[in-house]
């Protein structure tokens, strides 16, 4: 039985810093593993490939390395490993449900050596923070975690996470919320701009697009750094209806979403693959538009069911992810809301699109084959945002 080689396998062989990749007699590579080895610059060769016949030693040099092994001189050589990059200081404006999860998981992965917290509400943070500092005695974990109510918190961080803002209601959608959490987001782009001049901003206040922008317009910062956490989101949710309907696992799925953060979302079916193969060889149409529907509406079940607020869980594993990929424990792209400068022929407008990231923020942005519809929702998704920040 051959293997089906996805774009995990790759990934993973980059990350070990392999330049061949061996395909055997049978194996299945699936198109987004060939795009994401074109893009790591890793051949895929055709094997089985001839190795190297081993190098033998008589008997007496064998026994004498033996026992030089098992010496007290002898000291076993480092294994070579892949380090992630550590923050000094990652701040989270927000501590509600989004940013208090986004604290707990990057504690736990002990990303940081400080983690600040800032709200409003008096003693929110404060409490959270101290809260995370007492699980260190079981976690292990040695990042500190401190919190407040003033913005000067964020002075010096590496980077800025901003989940601060007013949730949706019942029946709100997330352009609603323009007006109020536009304010928001300038008071925090200020304390920025003085407080943390070379950090690296994501936004995940809603409506995600159009406060990214507003982040850029007010920090002045470039768009390396300012980053809209939405594209993961969507894909895991995309990922998820994939799987439910096709009754797999979602890490049998390979998927993603571009585009608005909102309606205009644009979940992209054509370069979507389950177990390697595309979508139509275990869905039906209807169940693929049903699959897309899902993805773009999962935000509003969960502001449905909780009657008040809205995704909290999701949400910061997504902004966990984007961090990882800065911070370098992840690798390939991922997608991530980024002004515009040209590709997929739009401009000057925050769209989710996948991207590299990296230590200074945005590396670069791949631009995938679309299908004429799918390009298509991508130029209505910027038309609509444009039209919303200029009303």
């Known amino acids: 039985m051959g293997r089906v080689i996805g ?4 990934e993973d062989a980059g990350a070990r810093g392999r330049v061949v ?3 055997l007699p049978g194996d299945i590579v699936t198109d987004v593993a060939r795009e994401t080895a074109a893009r790591l610059r890793i051949r895929l060769v055709d094997g089985p490939l001839e190795r190297p016949a081993p190098i033998s030693a008589d008997g007496n040099t064998a026994m004498r390395r033996a026992m030089y092994r098992r010496s007290t001189r002898w000291v076993a050589p480092a294994a070579a490993s892949r380090e992630a990059r550590r923050f000094t200081k990652l701040a989270l404006v927000g501590a509600g449900g989004v940013g208090s999860n986004i604290a707990h998981l990057a504690a736990n992965a002990d990303m940081a050596d400080e983690i600040a917290l800032i709200d409003i509400a008096p003693g929110l943070a404060a409490a959270t923070a101290l809260d995370l500092n007492h699980t260190s005695g079981i976690t292990g974990t040695t990042a500190r975690c401190t919190g407040g109510e003033d913005l000067g918190l964020v002075s010096s961080a590496d980077v800025v996470v901003v989940t601060a803002g007013r949730a949706r209601s019942p029946g709100m959608t997330r352009a609603d919320l323009i007006d109020v959490n536009r ?19 994501i936004v995940v206040t809603n409506p995600l697009d159009e406060m990214t922008t507003e982040m850029l ?8 750094r300012v980053l809209g956490m939405a594209g993961t989101l969507d894909s895991s949710r995309f990922r998820n209806a994939l799987a439910m309907a096709a009754g797999v696992t979602p890490a049998d799925v390979e998927a993603i979403a ?29 169940q693929i538009e049903e699959c897309v529907k899902d993805a773009v509406t999962g935000g509003g079940q969960v502001v449905a069911l909780k009657k008040s607020g809205s995704a909290t869980i999701a949400p910061a594993h997504s902004s966990v992810e984007l961090l990882d990929h800065i ?42 084959s679309l299908a004429d519809a799918e390009r298509d929702t991508l130029r209505h998704a910027a038309d609509a945002i444009k039209a919303r920040l200029a009303s």
């Not at 304010?183 to 690296?200: K, N």
């Not at 317009?217 to 390396?224: D, I, L, S, V």
Request: charged share 20%; proline share 8%; glycine share 12%.
């Open 258 to 286: 571009l585009g608005s953060h909102g309606d205009e979302m644009a979940p992209i079916p054509s370069l979507a693959r389950i177990k390697g193969a595309p979508l139509d060889k275990f869905l039906s149409a209807a």
């Open 21 to 23: 990749f061996e395909l």
């Open 7 to 10: 774009s995990e396998a790759i």
């Open 327 to 368: 911070r370098g424990a992840r690798v390939g792209p991922v997608p991530v809301s980024v002004m515009l400068d040209g590709e997929y022929g739009i401009e000057g407008v925050v769209l989710g699109v996948p991207a590299y990231l990296g230590v200074s923020g945005l590396v670069d942005v791949e631009e995938l």
């Open 183 to 201: 304010r928001v987001i300038h008071a925090a782009a200020d304390a920025i701009r003085t407080q943390a001049p070379e950090a690296i901003v």
């Open 217 to 224: 317009r007010a920090t002045g910062f470039p768009r390396e």
